[in-house]
């Protein structure tokens, strides 16, 4: 294992955010990781999982303890079947099965960060969340003291959330296994109306892979949702906030607010999301509450190709960006009573 005192988390966030480390452990097998977690948990020392950095939001005077950056590999395919070290890069992962034939996370394409994050956020895109093919999740558990197997139930998956993001201090991913289809070269059916417009079919329809993949990375690269260090837009933890789900009674209270503010014939973005509930749609909200692509004038700002983004233009800090994050929620509650919610994980900072 790699150890270094007083180290810069910064260039290992998206964000490029963020104060200094006590200690930063670099683990590269999975034995590392357990080392580590047990010499933490056994010291009383608080501990920083960072994977790929994408979803992390530090705060500037950094983080007072062990930050253990997981640089494991292992991408194994067989058959339909995909396991992926936790500190895979997900992005190459997924070219791999597309390569292969297989699908099931075409549409995950771009996705910075490492595969270990995929199953604590559920990730999802275009259609598609890992919650779909992960089938067992191999993980430290910090309480019991020993390596688990939780299957795709226990792993109590749901929106942007599972059970790993509910108990955040319990497990450090090691593993993900997924199971795959292969469809003769096609997509798995496309669910959402973008990307199936974009490649000139209906909803349901199945594409070659390669084109599938093709598509999503042409769709984020447009909202800035692939990384580039010579993009501002892309210096970002992708989308700042969840797609807020309402009550059905909450659902009518907003709409109310949007015909009020917006007139009568405005109907907001509205999406089934469970018996008695409704999902609409964050960045909808960001933009009629006025807070519009390239919105701010200091070193944070909501990118120029995205409105749910919140960019480092290059001499942000955390509270910078906290700052203009803050706006953003207080004005959206303030024309439509709905509270945003952060998608990336705070180290030392809340909104």
């Not at 910078?320 to 953003?328: G, H, M, P, Q």
Request: include cysteine; glycine fraction near 12%; aromatic fraction near 6%.
């Amino acid at each position: 294992m790699q150890e270094l005192q007083d180290a810069p988390l910064a260039p290992l966030t998206t964000f490029r955010l963020g104060g200094p480390a006590t200690r930063l452990v670099t683990a590269t097998t999975d034995a590392e990781v357990i080392a580590a977690v047990r010499e933490a948990d056994a010291a009383g020392t608080p501990l920083l999982v960072v994977g790929g950095g994408s979803n992390l939001v530090i705060g500037d005077k950094g983080f007072e303890g062990t930050a253990l950056r997981i640089a494991t590999r292992g991408c194994e395919l067989a058959g339909t079947g995909l396991e992926l070290a936790a500190g895979e890069v997900w992005s190459d992962a997924v070219t791999r099965t597309v390569e292969a034939g297989l699908a099931g996370i075409e549409c995950l394409a771009g996705i910075p960060g490492s595969a270990g994050a995929t199953p604590i956020q559920n990730v999802g895109a275009y259609g598609q969340e890992v919650s779909s093919t992960i089938t067992e999740v191999i993980a430290y558990d910090r309480r019991a003291g020993e390596a688990v197997a939780l299957t795709n139930e226990e792993c109590a998956f749901s929106y942007r959330h599972s059970r790993f993001k509910a108990d955040p201090e319990r497990y450090v991913v090691l593993r993900v296994r997924f199971a795959l289809e292969d469809a003769g070269g096609l997509s798995a059916p496309l669910k959402y109306a973008e990307t199936a417009r974009a490649l000139g079919v209906g909803p349901g329809d199945r594409v070659p892979l390669a084109e599938a993949r093709a598509t999503v990375l042409k769709l984020r690269s447009g909202k800035g949702m692939v990384l580039d260090p010579e993009d501002h837009d892309t210096w970002s933890a992708g989308s700042f906030f969840t797609n807020p789900i309402l009550t059905d009674a909450d659902f009518a209270v907003f709409h109310a607010r949007v015909a009020e503010r917006l007139g009568q014939d405005v109907e907001p973005p509205a999406y089934p999301a469970g018996e008695g509930h409704t999902k609409t749609s964050a960045a909808w909200l960001i933009d009629k509450a006025g807070f519009t692509k390239g919105y701010g004038d200091g070193p944070a700002r909501i990118s120029t190709k995205h409105t749910l983004a919140l960019t480092n233009r290059g001499a942000a800090t955390t509270e910078d960006l906290l700052a203009l994050a803050r706006e953003v929620v207080a004005g959206v509650r303030e024309a439509f009573g709905v509270t945003l919610v952060n998608e990336p994980v705070m180290v030392g900072v809340e909104l």
